[in-house]
């Protein structure tokens, strides 16, 4: 049984993320066990701290997956189905065949196995809230070099979400490649610019 979770519905710029990961409970460390939660309820300390330890473990205690689709395909398809997309696409990349899966939310991704919603997963599931902090972390870390190739919307603290800061950024530097241009205050920021 797989857990999947994605990180980066709600921002303006950069790819979603998905992770799939497979754990083995009996031999899980049980600080590990002890730490999982939904990647929201923890600090950006815990997180890395927690994604460093799930990838430090061996075949045998854990797989794990990652997929993302790209701004131009969330353009093209839309949050949601770009959403499942990088779901499938984690799911794919395992080392493991899974025989089932349990996804965080309401939707799922075509999968080669069957698969359950879990609304809340990331905190009901091991495996989900192991997959919602790979996802984030390696979201976090993706937004922060784009941070550096795009200064100025302080992507490598907000991560890419419609803050102040980030708003002031695009008033004054305008629209990125790395912004998703079917979000409307994107395609509100393009059609103000003569």
């Given at each position: 049984m797989i857990g999947l979770d994605e990180a980066g519905r709600g921002p303006w710029a950069g790819p979603v993320v998905a992770a799939a990961v497979w754990l083995n409970p009996d031999t899980l460390?049980?600080?590990l066990r002890d730490g999982l939660d939904d990647s929201k309820k923890l600090s950006a300390k815990a997180r890395e701290n927690l994604f460093e330890a799930l990838l430090a473990l061996s075949p045998e205690q854990a797989a794990i997956g990652r997929g993302e689709a790209a701004v131009e395909e969330i353009d093209a398809?839309?949050?949601l189905q770009a959403s499942l997309?990088?779901?499938q696409r984690a799911a794919a990349a395992l080392s493991i065949a899974a025989e089932a899966a349990l996804v965080d939310g309401r939707q799922i991704p075509s999968l080669p196995c069957p698969a359950r919603p879990v609304v809340k997963?990331?905190?009901r599931s091991l495996s989900i809230a192991a997959a919602s902090i790979v996802a984030k972390v390696s979201?976090?870390?993706a937004m922060a070099l784009l941070a550096a190739q795009h200064p100025g919307y302080g992507?490598?603290?907000n991560q890419g979400y419609g803050t102040v800061e980030h708003r002031a950024g695009l008033d004054r530097l305008g629209v990125t490649a790395a912004h998703r241009r079917s979000f409307r205050p994107i395609r509100d920021?393009?059609?103000s610019k003569p």
């Amino acid at each position: 049984m797989i857990g999947l979770d994605e990180a980066g519905r709600g921002p303006w710029a950069g790819p979603v993320v998905a992770a799939a990961v497979w754990l083995n409970p009996d031999t899980l460390p049980s600080p590990l066990r002890d730490g999982l939660d939904d990647s929201k309820k923890l600090s950006a300390k815990a997180r890395e701290n927690l994604f460093e330890a799930l990838l430090a473990l061996s075949p045998e205690q854990a797989a794990i997956g990652r997929g993302e689709a790209a701004v131009e395909e969330i353009d093209a398809l839309n949050i949601l189905q770009a959403s499942l997309l990088a779901m499938q696409r984690a799911a794919a990349a395992l080392s493991i065949a899974a025989e089932a899966a349990l996804v965080d939310g309401r939707q799922i991704p075509s999968l080669p196995c069957p698969a359950r919603p879990v609304v809340k997963g990331d905190s009901r599931s091991l495996s989900i809230a192991a997959a919602s902090i790979v996802a984030k972390v390696s979201r976090d870390r993706a937004m922060a070099l784009l941070a550096a190739q795009h200064p100025g919307y302080g992507w490598e603290r907000n991560q890419g979400y419609g803050t102040v800061e980030h708003r002031a950024g695009l008033d004054r530097l305008g629209v990125t490649a790395a912004h998703r241009r079917s979000f409307r205050p994107i395609r509100d920021a393009l059609a103000s610019k003569p």
